[in-house]
């Protein structure tokens, strides 16, 4: 019997979560950061820097998912740096299944801020980072949100974050956030392209959609609507002509805390978001607590068009002369997948704003361990 | 010396076709998870949102469909003279969970496959009907943890119409089982024999109009 060794290297993107896709079983996870500890790797510079995480294992037999055995730089004095032996407690490793997504702690929220992005707080540290998706719910005083997952796309202290839940309008109230997963990694279904709950909609030609998650479409991509009356922007849905109302994509802005998608469509004349004749209406905002309960307005992949007829929204068609010729790209795709989940903070083993990688772009090795055999 | 031999073959081919349909149904249902358009129950009476499943809830999911032109999947059953039957209406069939048994049971109108006025082509998982859906539940059916607004389980009812989803399996790969002889499984000693299945198929949405996720929770506590 003899164990096996998987060995990789990989480059991060600054203050970001790194779904490593393993099948493996893994028994052991190591992983060094080359660029911090000095040495010059995959077209990065090594700077050995103080207080940084440059060594971090797992041992999922016996350690807690989202902690991580670390060796951290102490000061840097000429080439050398001392290390620290230590324990992340937060933004550790994951041992990721797409199907069976971790479950997360619920925390509980003490207040929101109203506004035209909500800034929540919690009564906890909350451990959150910027794209991770969370899901509120219990909120009794506003009711209207609970239920919603958003992506987090500023984290203002450990008990404060941000989503772009157009608020305004709304009470505050009391409730709780779960972290549901991470905008980074594959979906909790493992489909791709996945529904997304709208946030906004532009009046405005090109039609401007802002969703709540992070949504991953691209240009050519084709859109059907799934609009609640209660959100008064009729000419969406398929409701009375039994025709679906379809959408190219013609820009879509993936970015964390931006989140849009511009669509094909003059919504000039549409109706305002939110606006009904009931007393939920809240134009231009999220629909207030007196239509509760109600379905969320969604974004539907349907599938992909061309893109040879949008020069008039300055989109030339590419490749030329047909353009679009990657049509399933927007088809319904199983991207599920195992593997680990290497947590993002500061890039230390800070118990309030740590995290394996740091702000910085760093190249990192990595070895998994599948053990044949373990005793006792 | 063995006597009455147990069919092991037999038995382990019974229990891999029964694994081999569940882990379709599972990556049908990721897929619908994934793309059905989501309309939630709102007419129930928990409070929730979404609330429990109501017979509003299905006329208005149907209503949607049949204006999208999404086709029926099963044909009317007429009634009969039969004590305590009824007729079942041309319906879409609703896709869930197990759990949701006991709140269809509560639904005013709720008509159990034992009262339909014909049992014959009934598949083993229908529960009943209401309106005009027709409910197939199994212990696979989607489930979203802690996403209503009370923080309690999210069922996902899947209402297909005709057409509304396809299947697509690479030639030769749909469904294949394998049995190995001892001659090839172990061949040094003949030990042992095995037997497996394998496939390649993807389900895919063909048209978001014709099919709907109707969310609800449960009024009935597990």
Redesign the interface.
Known sequence: MSSQITTGMFQNVASTPFFLPIPNQIDEFRLLNLTRSGVTAGGVAGSLTSTRIVEADFFPRYMAAGTALIKQNGTVSGILAPINNGIASINGFTLYNSYSPAAYAAVAVSAFTPGTTTAWTTGAVHGLQVGDNVRVYGLTSAPQFSGLNMTVTAVGSTTTFTTLLDSTGATTSVGFVQKVGNAYVAASNGVYPANRVIAKISNANPMVVTTLVQQNYYVGDVVTFDMPSIFGVPQLTNSISGLPFQATVIAANNAVGTQTVTLAIDSTNFGVFATSSGAATNPGHWPLSAGYPFSFPTMVPQGEGNINNFQAFNVTPAPLPYANQDVLSFAKQNIGSRGILIGAGDGTNSATTGGIIGSTVDVWEWKAITSSQTYP | MLINEDPVLNSAVSVLGQSLRETEDQ?AR??M???A????C?SGTNG????NISPLDCSKAVR?LR???AQFIMDLIEGELKFGTAPVRTAFFGLGHTNLSADLDQMVGFINVANYANQSNLLQSEWGTVRNLRFLLSSVGSVT???????QD?YNIFIPGQESYDMVDLDGYSAQFIYAPPEIASPRLRLYQTAGWKMAQ????T???WIINL?CTLAVAL
Do not use: H, K, Q, Y
């Open positions: 990556l990721s897929m998870e994934g793309g358009p989501p309309i939630n709102t929730d949102n979404p609330t949607l204006t999208a032109n943890p802690n996403a209503s607004a009370g923080g999210v993807v389900f895919n949405i048209n978001t109009s969310r």
